[in-house]
Each structure stands twice: as C-alpha cells, then as structure tokens.
C-alpha cells in the first residue's frame, strides 16, 4: 500500500511543481505592470496632496468670505427707531415728533439757495446732515458740472402747523393729505431733510426735477452721501406721499446704501408701511379743525 500511495505522490508531487512554475511565471508577468505604477505611485501622491492643499485655502475661503460681508450689513433684528439722537429715525404720518421738538445746533448748510437770506429756518439743517449735504452738492459740480440748490429744509411744527391748516382751508382734505404732512409729522422738522432743486427747474418742486441732470444724477448718488430719495415713484401706498424725487433725508451712509441697493424705503426698513387708507387720508385731517388756530388761518382764506 505504502509504495502504492507513494507512486501516486510522485507523479502529483510533479505535476504540482510543474504548475507551481507556470503560476509563478504567470504572477511575475502580472506583476510587472503593477510595479511600474507603484514604482511611480509616490511621486504622484506627493504632488497631488500638495496643490490641492495650497488651492483649497487660499482660494476657496477668500472670495467666499467677501461677498457675505456686503450682502450682511442687513442690519438684522429692526425695531422701529424713534430716537432723535439719532440720524435715522422714523418720521412719517404714523410716527409724529412732539410739538416742541427742536434739532440741536441747527445751522446753514454751505451751499447755494435761490434766496438771499440764509439765516431763515428753511435754510437750516443738523450740522452732520448739513455737512454732508454740501459734500454732496460739491461732488455734483465736481464730479458732473451740475449745480445743485437747497430751497427748503428745516420747518417748524408752528410752521408745519400754518401750511398744513392753510393747505386745508384752500386745498381740501384730500389733496392736502397727498403732499403735506400733518405738524408733527413732517421729516422737515428732523433738520435731516431738504427740498431742492435746479435752475432749469425755476428752482421749483416738481416731479420733472427726476429727468433734469440734476435730478438723476441725485437718484444715483444721493447715498454715497447718506442721503435717501424719501418719497419715491410707485411707493406712494407705502410712504402715504406722492413721487417727491426733490425731497431728500439724511440717515447716514450705511443705511442709505442699504436702502439703494435694496430699493426699500425707510418705512419698509423698519416694517411700518403706511397703514392708513386712501379713503383716511381723503376724508380725515391729522389736526383738529374746531381748534381756534385752524379757525384763524381758516378765515384768512374765505
Ligand atoms: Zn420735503
């Protein structure tokens, strides 16, 4: 038996050994081009890591971080600003001054006005929006030739009080309600705002002062300088005021790029579009009409 098995394990013994060889012949042919690559592989991972470490954090990070910070000066949480300290307060027909508010330091801007005396109440603004008012109407002329007017900035609430009152007795609720505010009510007693104009113009207030040179040159860059078109075209259910493209409000520059570039008006900022109905303002004066004072100015027109 033993001779037997051993004949057989000879001949298996061979025929194994004689695979061996061709499958170790066959392992070095494929293994040849798997050294080849591998022989290669380490410079290759020693220059792919490489770029993509330096590319990821100079250039990904960067561009990405600045366009956030212009997109994000969305001064975020809004909470209506009725501080007078401030520049940016709110001043509309829901939102009045009290009678006896006066800015402080009121002053004559230095630039031009189509009248003489400019020591008078329409010619004074606050001193920051004043100063930055003239940078203004200095960088129409420099940087576009256009000379630009101041015709009426700071108003009273006793003067607010006149036109408004005199406004109603000759004009009638409604049309009053359209362009002029109630005392208390006017930004004109902010000292942070103007009415002004051109020559072409007459130095009037009309909506054609938007297609004068002036005018479009103001729209366009009125914020560089942190002032606000107030009243615009098409916004009128919002502000409760018709197209005013002559009445300017200083805010300052950051929310007056803000409010350029978003397109909202002041009263959309802080959420408070005017809630009062066409048919409010056509029928409802803001002031009491019984009063003795309105009676008076009342008769001077009758
Ligand atoms: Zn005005």
């Known amino acids: 038996m033993k001779k037997y098995i051993r004949l057989l394990v000879i001949p298996a013994a061979l025929w194994?050994?004689?695979?061996?060889?061709?499958?170790?012949?066959?392992?070095?042919?494929?293994?040849?081009?798997?050294?080849?690559?591998?022989?290669?592989?380490?410079?290759?991972?020693?220059?792919?890591?490489?770029?993509?470490?330096?590319?990821?954090?100079?250039?990904?990070?960067?561009?990405?971080?600045?366009?956030?910070?212009?997109?994000?000066?969305?001064?975020?949480?809004?909470?209506?600003?009725?501080?007078?300290?401030?520049?940016?307060?709110?001043?509309?027909?829901?939102?009045?001054?009290?009678?006896?508010?006066?800015?402080?330091?009121?002053?004559?801007?230095?630039?031009?006005?189509?009248?003489?005396?400019?020591?008078?109440?329409?010619?004074?603004?606050?001193?920051?929006?004043?100063?930055?008012?003239a940078l203004l109407f200095n960088a129409a002329y420099d940087e576009a030739g256009l000379t630009l007017y101041g015709v009426s900035a700071y108003r009273s609430y006793a003067r607010q009080y006149t036109i408004y009152a005199t406004n109603l007795a000759t004009r009638g609720i409604a049309h009053t309600n359209r362009y002029s505010a109630a005392p208390g009510r006017s930004e004109h007693q902010t000292g942070l705002a103007i009415d002004i104009s051109c020559a072409s113009e007459g130095y009037g207030l009309e909506t054609t002062f938007a297609d004068t040179p002036e005018g479009i040159w103001v729209a366009e860059n009125a914020h560089r300088f942190g002032f606000i078109l107030r009243y615009p075209k098409d916004k009128e259910a919002i502000t409760g005021y018709n197209y005013e493209p002559w009445h300017i409000r200083y805010v300052g520059t950051e929310l007056a790029g803000y409010l350029y570039e978003t397109g909202l008006t002041l009263d959309e900022y802080y959420g408070v579009p005017s809630t009062l109905s066409a048919e409010y303002l056509e029928t409802t004066p803001f002031i009491d009409t019984t009063a003795e004072s309105y009676l008076s100015i009342e008769r001077q027109y009758k």
Do not use: H
């Not at 410079?43 to 956030?68: L, M, Q």
């Open 16 to 133: 194994a050994l004689s695979m061996g060889l061709v499958l170790f012949s066959g392992g070095c042919t494929q293994s040849t081009p798997d050294t080849e690559p591998s022989g290669s592989l380490p410079p290759e991972s020693t220059v792919t890591p490489a770029p993509t470490a330096t590319r990821e954090p100079t250039v990904t990070p960067a561009p990405t971080a600045t366009p956030e910070p212009t997109e994000v000066p969305t001064p975020t949480p809004i909470v209506i600003n009725t501080d007078t300290s401030t520049v940016t307060y709110l001043v509309n027909r829901e939102f009045s001054l009290p009678e006896d508010f006066v800015p402080e330091g009121l002053t004559t801007p230095d630039v031009l006005f189509p009248f003489s005396d400019t020591t008078i109440d329409k010619a004074k603004m606050t001193p920051e929006a004043g100063a930055a008012l």
